[in-house]
């Protein structure tokens, strides 16, 4: 199991689960050591064998082997998530936008809700996943600490889009069931094989 650790150090670790025994560790840079809350909500393993680290207070999302070693990084003023492509390029939330981009970091598509979406309240962006249809699955978390909901107009908590950023379908379910405030999805649909995923020379 692979894990991201907010702290002072902040680390990297990778643990056999059985035995608990740490296989590999290195300590990654942040912009606060004191400010754990800020420091990182997502990372994502790569076909590569890579790490791909959101760097929330350090406003960048970087790439690194499994030495610790930083592959390459690119800037994100508010990154929340991260999510590799099959396509290669990696695909960035950035809380009120999103944008895939190149590993040279050439932006090749964008998404900005406030105005490819203006029906719908999107705010806090969180994760975004490219499905195998092409389509963008984006969830969005109500903050319930800023704010009391409001039910006769409650806030999406998923949203899928086309490439060409048509709305395909919205859910809003606070009541029978209350999904609550979302912060991830897990798909269902595509089947992916644990033991095919390495990091370094660690699968």
Known sequence: MLYVQNGDPAMVKVVNIKTGETKKGFQVPVGNPKGVHGQFRHGRITARGTLLLAHMDMKKV??????????????????WGVT?????NILIVDRPFIREVTLQGETVWTLTPSADSPD??????????RLPNGNTLVNNWFNEWSGKLDRSNPPVQAVEFTPDKKIVWVLR??????????????ILDEAEAPEQVGFGEIK
């Open 62 to 79: 970087c790439e690194y082997d499994a030495s610790g070693k930083e592959v390459r990084s690119f800037p994100a003023p508010n990154p």
């Open 84 to 88: 590799p492509l099959k396509n290669g």
């Open 120 to 129: 719908f309240k999107l705010t806090s962006l969180q994760m975004a996943w």
């Open 173 to 186: 379910s606070w009541e029978n069931p209350d999904l609550g405030p979302a912060t991830t999805i897990q």
